[in-house]
C-alpha cells in the first residue's frame, strides 16, 4: 500500500472529469487500497480518485469511529429522492483548512459497482448523502465551492492561497 498526494486547489487537475472503469484488474486494484490508505492517513471521510491524479470513476468513504467500514463505488450514479437538506458543513482534503455548509439532497438513490464489481443500488441519507454528492462532484471535475457564491469562493481562493504562500515561506527559512 502507498500513501498518494493529494492535489490542492487551484490545481487544474481537479477539474478532469473521471473516465468510467471498464474493468477490474490489479492496478484499479491497488488504487482502491491506496486511496483507503491516503484517506484514512489524511485524515478524511471520503475521497476521489481525481483528488489523487487518477481519473477514473472511483470514491472511497468510511465515516464509522473505527474507520472499518469502508464505502467502494466504482462509476457512480445517483438519483435525489428529496430536495430537503441538512445542514452539514463540507470541507474537502483538497481544500484543507476551510469548511462551508451547502444545501445538498439528504436522501439519493446510489448505483454503483462494489469493488468486487457486483452491481448495487442503495438509498443513502444524511451525511453519506452528501459526502457521495461531495466526492461525486469531484469525479465530475468539480469542487465543493463551485456551490458558492462568486464573492465566497474567491475569498477562500483568496485565503488559500495567503495561506500557502506563508507556510511555503516558512518552510524555506
Do not use: W
Amino acid at each position: 500500500m502507498a500513501l498518494l498526494s493529494i492535489l490542492e486547489y487551484p490545481d487544474p487537475r481537479l477539474r478532469t472529469v473521471a473516465s468510467e472503469v471498464l474493468s477490474d484488474t490489479v492496478v484499479i486494484q491497488t488504487l482502491i487500497d491506496d486511496m483507503l490508505d491516503t484517506m484514512y492517513a489524511a485524515p478524511g471521510i471520503g475521497l476521489a480518485a481525481t483528488q489523487v491524479n487518477r481519473h477514473q470513476r472511483i470514491i472511497t468513504i468510511d465515516l464509522s469511529e473505527e474507520r472499518n467500514s469502508p464505502h467502494i463505488l466504482i462509476n457512480p450514479t445517483i438519483k435525489i429522492l428529496n430536495q430537503e437538506s441538512d445542514n452539514i458543513s463540507e470541507g474537502c482534503l483538497s481544500i484543507p483548512g476551510f469548511s462551508e455548509i451547502l444545501h445538498r439532497p439528504n436522501r439519493i438513490l446510489v448505483t454503483s459497482l462494489t469493488r468486487n464489481f457486483t452491481q448495487i443500488s442503495f438509498e443513502a441519507t444524511g451525511l453519506l448523502a452528501v459526502c457521495i454528492q461531495h466526492e461525486l462532484d469531484h469525479l465530475n471535475g468539480k469542487l465543493y465551492i463551485d456551490h458558492l457564491s462568486s464573492i465566497k469562493r474567491n475569498e477562500i481562493k483568496t485565503e488559500f492561497v495567503k495561506a500557502h504562500k506563508l507556510q511555503n515561506s516558512s518552510q524555506s527559512l
